[in-house]
């Protein structure tokens, strides 16, 4: 879907909250049924939506924002706080096993009270 189309589709809910009852692959015609919840980036605005992606172009400089938007430092910062926080975080991290816990405590990359926090946090 196009960001026009996006945008059309967002000015006919009006932000409120709906979900997608059919995907169809268009190259196979086949068609997958059921609700499906939007992922987060499709959750956002469309001028919210073109400012990610003249972010991801501008490859994360806010430099090259400022002269793009043709703003101010602080107000590209406060745009991408603002969009960050309608954003879930999604960790990416491994998540730490009690073995590789105790090599990072043997090395000494970690303390003892780090280790028992990290602990407590798998079981």
């Not at 992922?39 to 490859?59: I, Y």
Request: one cysteine or more; hydrophobic letters at 45%; proline letters at 4%.
């Amino acid at each position: 879907m196009a960001l026009k189309e996006w945008q059309e589709l967002l000015a006919i809910t009006r932000d409120a909250e709906f979900v997608i009852d059919r995907v169809r692959i268009i190259k196979t015609g086949i068609a997958i049924e059921g609700p499906f919840d939007l992922p987060p980036l499709a959750r956002l605005s469309g001028d919210d939506l073109a400012f990610v992606t003249a972010f991801v172009r501008c490859h994360g400089s806010i430099k090259q924002m400022e002269r793009y938007f043709g703003v101010s430092y602080p107000t590209i910062k406060n745009r991408l706080n603002t969009i960050s926080d309608r954003l879930e975080f999604v960790d990416i991290a491994p998540h730490a096993t009690r073995s590789g816990i105790l090599d990072q405590l043997e090395k000494g990359e970690i303390t003892a009270d780090e280790a028992i926090e990290m602990l407590k946090k798998e079981i």
